[in-house]
């Protein structure tokens, strides 16, 4: 039977102090794995590890500057890593006549180029010498539109098509590279970062014929595709959108 087992198996998760990242982190956690936290707000972390089952360890992680992520990463990361998830994100509703380079470059530095960067930190062979996963974050807007969301789009396709990319690359290694889409779902960065008023919030729900996701829900698909067990699945990206995209 399939048994979600990560026992002895240590994974970095970035955003690990809320929505996506923290029900990850929980369910990873419950399932043996040893985590390596990162996020922006270092007592979140300690609150967090402290609720995780286990022995985990946590860092204070600024993404808004790659050229500094290998220093503060690599003494730090384990020499027998097995995965990565890069769950932070940033996200920030603007119409195209309001949009300054600033917030565009932002959307793109953390949910792209951030992405790669400790995506590459991580698989080093001095850090990750074997078989391992690496998954992403994406959205269901990595393929399709909505109004505001040039820059939020083109960073989610961005860090989709790199996922490709690396999964053929690293393929030699079997180190297995994926992605996972979700719809709405209702978090912090969904909700209040992302500056949406209460009625264009309903519109969006009511396009989810199921209605809005949970973390929970985002978190079992995310340890499926993290899965030791799945072996043959790379260069994916799994939609969980509650039908969303299917009209």
Avoid at 126 to 143: D, Q, T
Avoid at 173 to 195: C, D, H, Y
Wanted: hydrophobic share 50%; with cysteine; charged share 15%.
């Amino acid at each position: 039977m399939f048994n979600e087992d990560f026992s002895g198996r240590a994974i970095l998760l970035t955003g690990a102090t809320s929505g996506l990242g923290e029900a990850i982190a929980l369910q990873l956690a419950a399932s043996g794995a040893s985590l390596w936290l990162t996020g922006r707000d270092l007592a979140k972390l300690a609150a967090l590890a402290a609720r995780l089952p286990g022995e985990h360890q946590y860092v204070q992680l600024d993404l808004t500057a790659s050229s500094e992520l290998e220093a503060q990463l690599n003494p730090w990361l384990p020499d027998m890593l097995y995965g990565f998830c890069h769950c932070a994100g940033a996200v920030d509703t603007r119409p195209l006549k309001l949009m300054k380079p600033a917030a565009s470059a932002l959307q793109l530095q953390i949910n792209y180029a951030a992405a790669l960067e400790i995506a590459r930190i991580a698989s080093l062979r001095h850090h990750m010498p074997g078989a391992g996963s690496l998954l992403f974050i994406s959205s269901v807007y990595a393929n399709l539109g909505a109004p505001g969301q040039s820059a939020y789009c083109a960073s989610k396709a961005a860090i989709s098509a790199a996922a490709r990319a690396l999964a053929v690359e690293l393929a030699p290694r079997q180190i297995r590279v994926n992605s996972l889409a979700p719809g709405f779902v209702a978090t912090a960065m969904t909700t209040e970062n992302a500056k949406l008023s209460t009625q264009a919030l309903e519109a969006i729900i009511a396009k989810h014929p199921l209605g809005p996701g949970s973390p929970e829900q985002v978190a079992r698909a995310a340890l499926f595709l993290l899965s030791p067990h799945n072996t043959w699945i790379t260069g994916s990206e799994l939609i969980i959108d509650g039908g969303y995209s299917a009209q």
